[in-house]
């Protein structure tokens, strides 16, 4: 068990930054018999804060009962009633259930509880010493710093191609259609924002590409659930239009094991979908030391990449198996375009931030007759600055979408859109500033950029 001051500064770090509640604010927070042990600080800390706490215990053999309802009646809600009433009344949640895969289901359905769209809520499954301690290292505010500028990247990206290698030199491709903004990435930087869910610790952003169109073969040589792959233990999956059709390896390993075992289970399931390509990301926190065997952190090993099969539904796509499985990688490198994002294990942020710096819009001229209407869902004000909010599956981020000067102007002509009905270009010149007139086509290009407006003749 961490040091109590170690636990302390650990659950001050997710009261005040991850959840940021306010004093009044109404939180909830699920534990079982792994959890318990860490309730007494956390309690206290809530009651020097003044905030109004709700601590709902759930036995490990009434999530399992659940489960098991939710597998013969999977379209039905398994949840007792006094759950889903405190957790759509919460500002904050607090997710401290057990991590085991027998259990997914439960946690699944947590999430899928209708919330404010105020909630913050922080998934922490399999809380432990080992977490809390990562916890209190994590620097989350260069975190969200990369998290955003990765997002920026994979957002804006159609093709992506992702270069392994094995122990022996052997280079491995995988070709990905990311499909740009219209497949929003997702972020899990630690600090939550209104009405977004992340994992603890944090520290990933990451995409689901369609899985049709991911075709070749990636080495996977850092780990899989339950194991971390030693030299000459690589596993190599090879991909065609996104199903995962074999897994090699020089010789007999844990990890080419775990797949032979998935394969078996899930197949005899009649789960068709637990070999699917489901997920692409970049880890970003550089206080996880090593690879542990637990995705929960080895997906977030800064200057790895990891790809996902199985299940995707909870990140807002369609892939449905009782399968999610993390499967990080060592030292690779991902290209996005003709842009390296992360070249042999190493986050390019300069590289990323240069390019960003000096990066303009595609020109997609628009006639001055067509109708335009803004996405305001889409977009937020911070600060002054126009940003792109990204919200697929409750996963709330947002990403700066241009400089200072040509984020107001943005900000300016978006309200102009959301005001006018049946909106055209030569009618927003007419109401906006002259500044933002002479560089509308500039604007307007961005937007369309970012999926923000809809165009029509």
């Not at 074999?246 to 007999?252: G, T």
């Not at 289970?265 to 390509?277: A, H, I, T, V």
């Not at 090593?290 to 299940?311: F, M, P, Q, R």
């Not at 993390?326 to 991902?334: N, R, S, V």
């Amino acid at each position: 068990m961490p040091d109590k001051t170690i636990q302390q500064e650990a659950f001050a770090k997710i009261i005040d930054s991850c959840l940021n509640l306010q004093p009044s604010e109404q939180l909830v927070v699920l534990y079982d018999e792994s959890s318990s042990r860490y309730i007494g600080v956390l309690s206290m800390l809530t009651i020097e804060r003044n905030i109004q706490t709700t601590f709902l215990f759930i036995p490990d053999a009434i999530q399992r009962h659940i489960c098991n309802r939710l597998y013969t009646h999977p379209d039905e809600t398994w949840l007792p009633m006094p759950i889903e009433e405190a957790l759509s009344l919460a500002d904050g949640v607090l997710n401290l259930v057990s991590g085991g895969t027998e259990t997914l289901p439960f946690r699944k359905s947590i999430l899928r509880v209708t919330r404010s769209n105020n909630c913050r809520f922080a998934h922490i499954p399999g809380i432990s010493t080992e977490i809390i301690e990562l916890v209190s290292r994590s620097p989350f505010e260069t975190i969200l710093e990369h998290a955003e500028l990765v997002a920026w990247a994979l957002g804006g990206a159609t093709n992506a191609t992702l270069v392994t290698k094995d122990s022996r030199g052997n280079i491995f491709r995988l070709a990905m259609n990311l499909e740009g903004w219209k497949n929003e990435p997702l972020m899990s930087p630690g600090l939550l924002f209104p009405g977004s869910w992340g994992n603890l610790p944090p520290g990933e952003t990451f995409c689901c590409p369609e899985p049709s169109e991911v075709s070749g073969e990636v080495c996977i040589s850092g780990s899989v659930p339950g194991y971390v792959i030693e030299k000459g233990k690589e596993v190599v999956l090879t991909f065609e239009s996104g199903r995962m059709v074999s897994f090699d390896s020089e010789s007999n390993s844990p990890a080419r094991e775990f797949f032979g075992r998935a394969k078996k289970k899930y197949e005899q399931e009649g789960d068709p979908d637990w070999n699917l390509f489901a997920e692409l990301g970049v880890g970003l926190n550089p206080a996880i030391p090593a690879l542990t065997g637990n995705s929960l952190y080895d997906e977030k090993v800064a200057g790895t990449v990891h790809v996902a099969i199985g299940e995707n539904t909870y990140f807002g796509h369609n892939n449905r198996s009782g399968l999610h499985a993390d499967l990080a990688i060592l030292e690779p490198t991902l290209s996005i375009g003709d842009r390296v994002i992360v070249q042999d294990g190493e986050l390019r942020t300069d590289e990323m931030l240069a390019y960003r710096n000096s990066w303009t819009a595609p020109r997609r001229p628009i006639p001055e007759t067509s109708r335009l209407r803004v996405r305001e869902a889409d977009i937020v004000e911070v600060d002054g600055q126009a940003y792109r909010r990204l919200c697929k599956a409750s996963r709330v981020g947002q990403v700066r979408m241009a400089s200072n000067e040509v984020g107001r102007d943005l900000l300016e002509v978006t309200r102009a859109l959301s005001e006018m009905e049946n909106a055209s270009v030569g009618g927003v010149k007419e109401t906006i500033s002259f500044g933002a007139a002479k560089r509308l086509s500039e604007l307007l290009d961005i937007l369309q950029y970012f999926e923000c407006i809809e165009v029509r003749a």
